[in-house]
C-alpha cells in the first residue's frame, strides 16, 4: 500500500462489510457532496421473511424510520448533480415516496419509473398477480446531470417533415430540399432547420416522395412531400418494462438480484466516467459491479453473510 502515492485515486472503489448506517456516518466526512449516483434496492416491507437472506418483515413505523435515517445521511453524500433511485414495490412505496418528498423536497421528484418484478409471484389469488416494482428517481437539486438513455427502434419508418402551427412569417418557413425551396402545407410548419436538414440529407436520411401530393401555404399544389427517415433509437420514457430488473435465474442463489441492464440505465443517464456511484444496500453486488464495468469509482456497503 505505501507503494501508492495516491492510494484514493488508485483505487477502482471500496467494498464495506458493515451494517449500513454506521458506515455512512462513519465515513461521511471522507465522501461528503462527492457521490453522483445512489441507488439502493432495500428490504421490502413484507409479511415474511422466509424466503430472503435478510430481513423483510418489518413494521411499517419502523420499516419506515430505518430508511428515513439512512436516506437523511445519504443525501449529503450526493454532489450538486448528483441523483438518488430507491427501488419498492406496492407494499412500501407510499412510505418511499412520502420520505423521498420530505428529505430531498418534491421539486426534486424527476420520475417513477416501472420496471418488471420478474417471476411471477407466489400465493396471490383473488386479485392480479403482481407484475411491476417501482423506481423512485430524485435529484439533489435542479442541477441535476441527466443524461436522456436511448433504446433501438425496431422498425424505422419515413414521416413526414412537418409538424401543426403555422409559424408568423412565409420567409422564416421555406426551406431548401435537394435545391428546390419549399413551403410547408398549410397550417404547418417544417420541424427542422435548414442546417439540420443539410445534415439529413447528406445522412441519406431525407427523401421527397413523389407519389404525395399537399397545398403549401401561398395554397399552391406540390408534387413530392418531404419525408425523413426516422432515427435508430428513441428516447426510453419512464416504463421501463422492457427489460429484466432482477436477473432470472439467479446467478448467486440470490433471489432479489437486480439485473445489470437496469444498473446500466441507472448509471449511465445520471454520471459520467470516472464518477462515484453508491449502494448501501449493496445485497449481490450488481450496482457495483455495472459501475466497475461502465469506468465509474464506486461505494457498496453490506452487512449480509453472503458479503
Not at 439512512?70 to 443525501?75: D, E, F, H, S, V
Not at 441535476?144 to 433504446?151: H, R, S, V
Request: some cysteine; overall charge neutral; charged content about 30%.
Amino acid at each position: 500500500l505505501n507503494q501508492f502515492e495516491d492510494l484514493d485515486k488508485a483505487l477502482d472503489g471500496w467494498l464495506i462489510k458493515s451494517e449500513n448506517y454506521q458506515a455512512l456516518n462513519t465515513i461521511l466526512p471522507k465522501f461528503k457532496e462527492k457521490v453522483q449516483t445512489i441507488y439502493i434496492d432495500p428490504p421490502f416491507n413484507l409479511d415474511s421473511s422466509d424466503q430472503f437472506l435478510y430481513r423483510t418483515n418489518y413494521k411499517d413505523a419502523n420499516w419506515a424510520t430505518l430508511l428515513e435515517n439512512r436516506l437523511r445521511i445519504a443525501k449529503e453524500w450526493l454532489n450538486e448533480k448528483g441523483s438518488i433511485f430507491v427501488r419498492c414495490d406496492y407494499n412500501g412505496n407510499w412510505i418511499v415516496r412520502c420520505l423521498l418528498d420530505e428529505i430531498f423536497g418534491r421539486e426534486n421528484f424527476r420520475n417513477e419509473i416501472v420496471v418488471k418484478r420478474g417471476e411471477v409471484p407466489k400465493g396471490e389469488v383473488n386479485k392480479l398477480l403482481t407484475g411491476t416494482d417501482y423506481l423512485q428517481y430524485f435529484s439533489k437539486s435542479e442541477k441535476n446531470l441527466f443524461i436522456t438513455p436511448k433504446i433501438e427502434r425496431k422498425e424505422r419508418k419515413w414521416q413526414p417533415m412537418h409538424l401543426p402551427q403555422e409559424r408568423t412569417t412565409y420567409e422564416l418557413q421555406v426551406r431548401e430540399f435537394f435545391g428546390k425551396k419549399l413551403l410547408p402545407p398549410k397550417g404547418r410548419h417544417w420541424a427542422l432547420s435548414q442546417e439540420a436538414i443539410n445534415k439529413a440529407i447528406q445522412e441519406g436520411r431525407i427523401r421527397i416522395n413523389e407519389d404525395k401530393e399537399y397545398i403549401d401555404l401561398q395554397g399552391n399544389k406540390i408534387k413530392g412531400m418531404p419525408e425523413i427517415l426516422q432515427d435508430e433509437h428513441v428516447k426510453l420514457d419512464s416504463n421501463w418494462t422492457d427489460i429484466p430488473s432482477y436477473s432470472v435465474p439467479s446467478r448467486f442463489s440470490f433471489s432479489t438480484e437486480n439485473s445489470e441492464i437496469l444498473l446500466k440505465r441507472v448509471i449511465e443517464s445520471t454520471s459520467h466516467e470516472g464518477d462515484l456511484v453508491m449502494d448501501f444496500f449493496l445485497g449481490s453486488g450488481t450496482t457495483t459491479a455495472v459501475a466497475h464495468k461502465l469506468g465509474r469509482k464506486w461505494i457498496g456497503v453490506e452487512m449480509g453473510e453472503h458479503f
